[in-house]
């Protein structure tokens, strides 16, 4: 056993699995340093909801594996609420329970349990599931066991299968046409929450997506539980198709002639972040110790920026030079440009040569080629 140390937490671990970067084998998947970003988010996003709330929280770390989100929360979130810290596999609860007792934590509870069966016998406030590999297998169990108006963070590793590369697998565990295109992080994101919300829907259920990315190896979404028929039909008008044509992507509700290499979907196509929400981390955030303090300080302001774009796709400025024949202006002047003609546009963090616009393609060509 080894000790290391994230925000203002000192975790036992594993000696093989404190230097281990990127995904881990299912068997050992302990802890993954690399993921300290998404556990820093999340320490952040639960500091602004807890203090919002006025009654004592429950708290589902679904599977913790090592423990270091779950007890990570109880340590660094200040606020009224209980941390319930779960695995099944015994190795892995006798190293959360360690590391409960090394943070001295009172409100962290361990637990060894088939997640799906917990989901079934109580209820939680927020839920945190974070698999190796697919969420699909927890998604609807979660709905039963969320309180009203709970908020869940699900986070999704398999990349390959959501961004086209198995598409058949996307079909099988999503119900989704997914597409392998410069796009293809975004789509494949919208397709995960497109997923969730389709779930939602059977128990009458809308949700509302608070905060949603891609980083590193992963998609991650932060959503609130929405009950009632009206919210669930609400969010049919969020899903839809995405198709590609050599003019640019078009939305539609329904495809027509379905084409492997031009649609995606169903997915999500309205908003994946509140600016409220994301406004109130940025403030939240000078008081948090976060070893990833700058980068999400860079991110949440990006998602900013992003969030005043509506359109559930973007263009790479080096394929629209292929395109249009011609080398790629500045993004930053790119940007610029557009804005004056009266369109929204902005960078984003799909993709660092992403750009993010509601301006017709003809438009963009003009400034590519002037």
Avoid at 191 to 214: E, N, Q, T, V, W
Wanted: charge should be positive; aromatic fraction near 10%; charged fraction near 30%.
């Amino acid at each position: 056993m080894v000790i290391v140390e994230e925000g203002k937490t000192r975790l036992f671990l594993p000696e093989l699995l404190a230097s281990r970067l990127g995904p881990a084998k299912r068997k050992i998947i302990f802890y993954n340093p690399a993921m300290e970003f998404n556990r820093d988010l999340s320490i952040l996003l639960l500091q602004v909801l807890i203090a919002k709330e006025k009654r004592r929280l429950r708290i589902l770390d679904g599977l913790a594996g090592s423990g270091a989100r779950g007890v990570r929360i109880a340590k660094e979130v200040e606020g009224e609420f209980e941390v319930f810290v779960n695995d099944r596999n015994e190795e892995a609860w006798g190293v959360i329970k360690k590391n409960i007792a090394l943070n001295r934590v009172s409100n962290a509870f361990p637990l060894n349990k088939n997640l799906n069966q917990l989901l079934n016998e109580e209820k939680f406030d927020y839920i945190d599931i974070d698999p190796f590999g697919s969420p699909v297998g927890f998604v609807d169990n979660a709905f039963w066991g969320a309180r009203r108006e709970a908020v869940m963070g699900i986070t999704a590793t398999d990349l390959a299968v959501l961004c086209g590369r198995y598409p058949k697998a996307c079909l099988r565990r999503y119900g989704a046409q997914p597409l392998r295109c410069s796009s293809m992080h975004e789509l494949g994101l919208r397709i995960l929450i497109g997923f969730i919300a389709r779930s939602a829907m059977k128990y009458d259920l809308g949700i509302r997506p608070l905060l949603s990315y891609f980083e590193g190896h992963h998609f991650r979404t932060y959503f609130r539980i929405e009950k009632g028929v009206k919210k669930a039909n609400n969010n049919l008008e969020n899903l839809g198709w995405i198709e590609k044509l050599e003019e640019g992507y078009e939305v539609h509700k329904e495809p027509t002639g379905i084409n492997s290499k031009r649609h995606a979907g169903p997915l999500w196509t309205g908003k994946i972040r509140d600016q409220e929400l994301v406004e109130m981390m940025l403030e939240a955030l000078p008081s948090k110790s976060l070893k990833t303090k700058n980068k999400i300080e860079r991110m949440l302001k990006l998602f900013l920026e992003e969030n005043e774009v509506s359109t559930p796709f973007f263009y790479r400025t080096d394929e629209l030079a292929s395109l249009f024949h011609c080398s790629a202006p500045p993004l930053g002047r790119t940007i610029i440009s557009i804005r004056e003609r009266g369109y929204r546009a902005s960078r984003t963090h799909f993709n660092p040569t992403g750009l993010k616009t509601d301006a017709p393609l003809k438009s963009i060509r003009k400034l590519f080629i002037s």
